[in-house]
T-cell receptor
């Protein structure tokens, strides 16, 4: 089945130790997104790629970076995780531009010790 | 600022009853809306969507209603089942590949 896959499902890292979260998709969608979701809150968009074009949200901290080496894969890099970065990180994809449904992966829950 | 929000953070219904989850939006230019269901520890799951040229759309046990005059969106779930327990988010697609989520409503089903 076509789907959005996130690995790992749970990630534990140490304060200040760089961590990378992975997302892959078999939908062949042009757009890939990364969201941060904290407990009992709505997902918050960090950035997205439209094909190879990177689009950062104005309030996304510089500590968060992303890479999209090809259509299928997208990575979220947290350069120096702080305790406040503990959250669920959701990857989503959409086929193209506006009026397009976004399809979400299962998420990676990040714990910072 | 503009936002998409929900009237009630929690909703408790009896199993078998119908559920209605509401959402208000403030951007009158928005032309596409989505309802997502999110179960504990999982990613949001697409339920149903509606475009602004429609005022009603039906799926399996779910109906979305759109009232553009008062900028209101609702999700109706018929014959609510225990598996419907989740947090429900409305989301507004504002173009440029951006989705703005509402606050979320936690739906609890009583046996």
């Amino acid at each position: 089945d076509a789907m959005v896959i996130q690995n790992p499902r749970y990630q534990v890292t140490q304060f200040g130790k760089p961590v990378t979260l992975s997302c892959s998709q078999t939908l062949n969608h042009n757009v890939m997104y990364w969201y941060q979701q904290k407990s009992s809150q709505a997902p918050k968009l960090l950035f997205h790629y439209y094909d190879k074009d990177f689009n950062n949200e104005a309030d996304t901290p510089d500590n968060f970076q992303s890479r999209r080496p090809n259509t299928s894969f997208c990575f979220l890099d947290i350069r120096s995780p702080g305790l406040g970065d503990a959250a669920m990180y959701l990857c989503a994809t959409s086929r193209d531009a506006s009026q397009e449904t976004q399809y979400f992966g299962p998420g990676t829950r990040l714990l910072v010790l | 600022g503009e936002s998409v929000g929900l009237h009630l953070p929690t909703l408790s219904v009896q199993e078998g009853d119908n559920s209605i989850i509401n959402c208000a939006y403030s951007n009158s230019a928005s032309d596409y809306f989505i309802w997502y269901k999110q179960e504990s520890g999982k990613g949001p799951q697409f339920i149903i969507d509606i475009r602004s040229n429609m005022d009603k759309r039906q799926g399996q046990r779910v109906t979305v209603l759109l009232n553009k005059t008062v900028k209101h969106l609702s999700l109706q779930i018929a014959a609510t089942q225990p598996g419907d327990s989740a947090v429900y988010f409305c989301a507004e697609n504002r173009g440029a590949q951006k989705l703005v989520f509402g606050q979320g409503t936690r739906l609890t089903i009583n046996p």
